[in-house]
């Protein structure tokens, strides 16, 4: 028999605790049935245990480490990390560096979840930073982008680092064997952008990662799949993503009125509902869930906070994914291959 | 009667020259009957004569500047300014410069519109650089986005000025007398973002501008008709709308599948057709064309370069709208009070 990959889940997180987070560890279960993954529930002992009364088949699986201390939605990170000790969030972290744990989900404040993360995993490898992962819905599936809100200026090596930890990831998480990885810039031309961008570029180009790089993309090559991994700064990155979100809501408000303003189309729009409810699915958030925070010494995944229990429990198989992976392994492989070629940077083409 | 108000039109710019670009001028005229606008169309004589043949109404309101230069949609923007010199984009920039046109609008080669329009025209009051507007599909009809991809990094200084521009611009073609401005940012929190946006905050807030300042925004708000006028650097103001444009054009394909995956879909999809279509053109861009670049000494619009003739037409009413505003009076007495400001520092809060 394998060892068990444990997963530890801050079930005190998001809009709706235990009552959302349990039935998300539950359906998750289900899904890996006979992958041999087990739950570390931490957070208010009874709470998650009515919760978990309800399946012994569950219960089996799950191991609870109980806690008091919560951290809410709103505290600013600084204030989350002094009082944060021996919280939901802090015990399902630690479970991770302790080794009780291979990867932790949570849904709960972001900026607290990647202070603390940082703060007691670490970096791994040579990482510098590190980035926030959006899947995003695409032509061909899902599009990889990072980063989306961790940094807001970026060094040619951190774009680098995050084009290493965006193709392990997607390879692990969505199976695409080579995905390909592209630069967001503002023109595919190689004089485009900030000069980080034109140096990262080279790094990959000439750099000699096993990396299936295509060069600088734009905006609208993310949905359209122009490529599998999109890199970006956290700042483009975090606009780009609420501009398309914000672009989604108004073209979906715009269809309603369409359907509605006359009898004809509101006979067209109840024949058309379930195909609008499929659309609807395609794009749900909950669908989508599950942001891991890349390049820690450890899985961290980060659910929406108002996820419900199938948002919650896709999360928990985007870490599942990524446990199950060589994604370490890949990651830490590569960034030995940078440091070689930031060492001696005649190898990556500069001129002597 | 009022002195007339002369369009100068590149006549030879565009995917369709002179078939599209003529019939646009004639459906503006059309809009423009009794306002005392008059164009001057710059480019082929032959081609442009040809077109113009079908309506005497509209020749009566037409002069033709004859060139045989055109500068072509690819070429590099320092190509074109060492042998644009008499090409009907140059020849319709010079007749703003000598006051034979108070606007030009160009379907042609942007780069080359941007480099020209600086050259011959120079930047008006003490504004530092041009920025390229887009007029942003929204809840409450349209938000001017500004910069799109003029400038790849911007001072704070900078942005203030495209706050000023976009004010005025935003007033005098959608007609709204108090435009409120927003400044595009990862997070509404005062510390948020980068220090260029931080002390621009801080300038609009606190240095006395005539201007309705909401402070930031994020990218789901351009679209949500948060605020009238979004203000961001050129990089992201660009893949902003690029990232927009490929949402919209993702859901339309999706939109398209739902639609034929069923029978009953097919009908709903066959009824609601009136209603889609209207959506359709509410959100085609040439319904939104007319891009103004702002900041010079002079009026000038850039229109898509694959306008069809209601394309070009808006672009036009654009060039029109600004002409008969008191835009340029606005951003020179804004940019007064902006220098005072910038002169004495302690006057917009800073501490002594």
Redesign the interface.
């Known amino acids: 028999v394998s060892t068990p990959i444990v997963i530890a889940v801050d079930a005190m997180g998001g809009d709706h605790g235990p009552s959302a987070i349990v039935p998300g560890v539950a359906r998750a279960a289900q899904r890996l049935e006979g992958g041999n993954v087990r739950f570390l529930l931490c957070g208010d002992a009874e709470r998650i245990s009515t919760q978990l009364a309800r399946s012994k088949k569950l219960s089996a699986l799950c191991e609870i480490r109980h806690s008091d201390l919560v951290i809410a939605s709103d505290e600013k990170p600084a204030q989350a990390m002094r009082r944060g000790k021996g919280s939901s969030m802090w015990n399902a972290i630690e479970a991770v560096k302790t080794g009780d744990a291979t990867a932790v989900v949570s849904s709960g404040n972001t900026g607290a979840l990647m202070a603390m993360s940082k703060l007691i995993l670490r970096m791994a490898a040579d990482l510098e930073r590190p980035a926030i992962v959006a899947s995003w819905?695409?032509?061909r599936g899902s599009t990889t982008v990072l980063d989306v809100?961790a940094n807001?200026?970026c060094s040619a090596e951190m774009l680098v680092d995050f084009a290493i930890m965006g193709e392990a990831f997607h390879r692990a998480v969505h199976g695409v064997k080579k995905p390909t990885v592209g630069l967001?810039n503002?023109g595919s031309e190689e004089q485009k952008?900030?000069e980080e961008l034109r140096e990262a570029h080279r790094l990959l180009r000439e750099g000699g990662l096993p990396i299936a790089y295509y060069g600088f993309v734009?905006?609208?090559?993310?949905?359209?799949s122009t490529v599998d991994v999109v890199i970006?700064d956290?700042?483009?990155g975090?606009?780009?993503?609420?501009?398309?979100?914000?672009?989604?809501?108004?073209?979906a408000?715009?269809?309603r009125l369409?359907?509605t303003?006359?009898l004809?189309?509101k006979?067209?729009?109840?024949?058309?509902?379930?195909?609008?409810k499929?659309?609807k699915h395609?794009?749900d958030p909950n669908t989508v869930n599950g942001g891991p925070l890349l390049g820690l010494n450890g899985i961290v995944v980060k659910s929406h906070g108002g996820a419900n229990d199938e948002g919650f429990a896709n999360a928990i198989m985007v870490a599942a994914h990524l446990a199950q992976s060589r994604f370490a392994d890949e990651i830490r492989d590569n960034m030995q291959q940078l440091m070689t070629v930031l060492a001696h940077p005649t190898s990556a083409g500069e001129t002597p």
């Not at 006979?267 to 609008?276: D, H, R």
């Open positions: 819905p695409s032509v809100g807001v200026g967001l503002i952008g900030h734009e905006g609208d090559d993310i949905s359209a970006t956290g700042f483009t975090n606009v780009a993503l609420k501009t398309a979100e914000g672009t989604a809501r108004y073209l408000s715009e269809m369409a359907f303003s006359s004809a189309s006979i067209g729009a109840m024949v058309a509902q379930k195909a609008l499929k659309l395609r794009l």
